[in-house]
């Protein structure tokens, strides 16, 4: 019998290897082990797929918020729901708007730091709108429905998102994306998150749906830790690596504050 047990226990570990469940490594001493991960505009969640699997592996807790991109309120109180059920401290990490969310929803007790993927980072009284306005973006084929929710015109989707996915993964995106709210994207920010703690960013230096150079003096501004990759807006996507070393940059900073 302990010889059967044995065999079924040799065996369970080799196919759960096989398959990618293999029990993850520890976090690095010291890191911060809670990472939450905030979408932005026009997608969902799954997104972050590999990124989050990089980060398991690694040791890291990772969830992932799945804001309902009706109001800019509405997005925060998910971001926050997530926050509160967390049993220690998280770096909080946001895409494209959501770097807006981030930027409010930082203010959580839980949050040491802050990571802006391609994202906007507001200051006070800025909106996502205003600062997409302020230095435009290569392409804009964002259409409105008739309630005042915005998506991208599907067979624009990859030249304005996704530029460096296979035409398949792009167009599947596009073909589900999330439609977002006017409203979202035109409330202003009150009190910025980036004042009062550190904030790691990544500029993806082909985005053609963030001007890269809005990022830069988005980040130069906050005195964010910058790092540049050579991507389109789908960076968490199409480089998950690179993001995630970031992420983990982030991680092991948020000790020290």
């Not at 010889?3 to 029990?23: D, E, H, Q, V």
């Not at 203010?107 to 040491?112: A, L």
């Not at 990022?215 to 993001?243: D, G, K, N």
């Amino acid at each position: 019998m302990t010889k059967l047990i044995r065999n079924l226990l040799a065996a369970t570990t080799a196919l759960t290897t096989l398959i990618g469940f293999a029990p993850a490594q520890a976090a690095p001493p010291g890191a911060t082990k809670n990472i939450v991960l905030v979408h932005g505009a026009f997608v969902d969640g799954s997104g972050w797929k590999a990124i989050a699997e990089i980060l398991r592996k690694r040791g890291y807790n990772v969830s992932i918020v799945q804001p309902p991109e009706t109001s800019l309120e509405d997005d925060v109180a998910a971001t926050n729901r997530v926050l509160d059920g967390l049993d220690g401290p998280a770096v909080l990490v946001g895409h494209s708007y959501g770097g807006v969310i981030i930027t409010v929803a930082g203010n959580h007790p839980q949050v040491k730091n802050l990571v802006y993927v391609a994202a906007l980072q507001p200051d006070a009284g800025e909106s996502a709108g205003q600062l997409l306005g302020s230095k435009p973006a290569a392409t804009n084929y964002i259409v409105p429905s008739k309630d005042g929710f915005l998506t991208i015109q599907r067979e624009h989707f990859q030249d304005a998102f996704a530029a460096d996915l296979p035409k398949a993964e792009a167009d599947f995106i596009g073909a589900s994306q999330v439609a977002t709210s006017g409203k979202a994207l035109s409330t202003p920010v009150t009190s910025p998150a980036w004042k009062v703690k550190p904030s790691f960013a990544i500029v993806a230096t082909q985005d053609r749906a963030i001007n890269p150079d809005l990022e830069r003096s988005m980040y130069t501004r906050s005195h964010a830790v910058t790092t540049e990759i050579a991507a389109s807006h789908a960076v968490y996507i199409s480089q998950p690596a690179a993001v995630a070393k970031v992420i983990e940059q982030a991680a092991a900073a948020a000790v020290t504050h």
